[in-house]
């Protein structure tokens, strides 16, 4: 009996590619996920590990980048046409691209030109405790609220030691998936309204503070809770640093002048801390 090569493709998933235009103080914000997968004469490679027909995964990944500081990442279906078209007709093994993208869109915050938050997704949350005692606590919150300067961020000054590689910044895009949970002290008229209030409180805080680091941005958006909703006494939040990295396209013949980012998932710093007034009533069981 003899045994063949079945249907096969290779390719890289999920580049995460997020592509900042300037135009001026308004910045434009395209974020993608593309996927390609080719085919073709792949016999070799499977059967002796010839490598001559394989573009590797990871110049599939560069040609993403390079293409989106080349070209510009307009409607996803022509981007991918142009990915497709690229690895067809440049590779003589290459049959069939596949190229797969997903777009995550983004709402402006109106602050500022360069601030947006990521549409839908985010849950609104809300713990409350009761006991025989008459004891309520009310702890409302939300989680998935993703936010994203293209400007107005630096990081530098931090501590370094002989493991220390990071390189000071002046100018980066800051991004985070927000959790927040905020305690009552007493009942608001509306819980509804209150949710909008904290929530508009937390995008303009993120939107308007220049930012030194995500430590700080954090207690500028706790604290706008604080200084603007009377009826709550403490803020705790979680920030994930989801990284965006600039992509160097030196080797391509680009330059890329904040620009084209690599989107990456993991690993993230993860920043958390709590605001509260002083004089905030014990807690007790509100956040178990
Ligand atoms: O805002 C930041 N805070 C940090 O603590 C930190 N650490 C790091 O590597 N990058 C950043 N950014």
């Not at 249907?7 to 001026?24: F, H, I, S």
């Not at 800051?174 to 309204?193: M, N």
């Not at 690599?262 to 178990?288: K, N, S």
Request: charged share 25%; proline share 3%.
């Amino acid at each position: 009996m003899s045994i063949i090569l079945g249907p096969n493709r290779y390719g890289k998933a999920e580049t995460r590619l997020v592509r900042v235009v300037r135009d001026g103080a308004v910045h434009h914000l395209k974020d993608v996920n593309v996927s390609s997968s080719l085919s073709g004469d792949m016999e070799a490679v499977h059967l002796t590990g010839d490598n001559a027909a394989v573009l590797p995964t990871d110049t599939q990944k560069n040609t993403v980048y390079a293409f989106a500081g080349k070209h510009g990442v307009g409607q996803i279906e022509e981007f991918a046409r142009l990915l497709a078209g690229h690895f067809v007709d440049t590779q003589p093994a290459i049959r069939h691209a596949r190229v797969e993208i997903e777009e995550y869109f983004w709402d402006r915050i109106p602050v500022s030109g360069h601030s947006f938050v990521r549409a839908g997704g985010e849950v609104r949350t809300c713990v409350v405790h009761h006991d025989g005692d008459g004891r309520t606590t009310v702890v409302s919150g939300l989680r998935d609220l993703v936010l994203l300067n293209t400007t107005g961020s630096e990081f530098h000054g931090f501590a370094v030691d002989e493991y220390t590689t990071l390189q000071p910044t002046s100018d980066r895009v800051l991004a985070t998936a927000v959790t927040a949970r905020w305690r009552h002290a007493s009942a608001p008229d509306s819980f509804g309204e209150s949710y909008t209030e904290v929530r508009r409180c937390l995008l303009e805080a993120f939107a308007g503070t220049h930012s030194l680091s995500l430590q700080q941005t954090l207690y500028a958006m706790g604290k706008r809770v604080l200084d603007t909703c009377d009826g709550i006494c403490e803020v705790r939040l979680e920030m994930p640093n989801k990284h965006h990295f600039a992509v160097d396209l030196s080797p391509f013949g680009l330059d890329n002048a904040g620009e084209v980012f690599h989107a990456a998932d993991r690993p993230y710093g993860l920043i958390e801390g709590g605001v509260l007034r002083e004089d905030a009533p014990d807690a007790g069981f509100a956040w178990e």
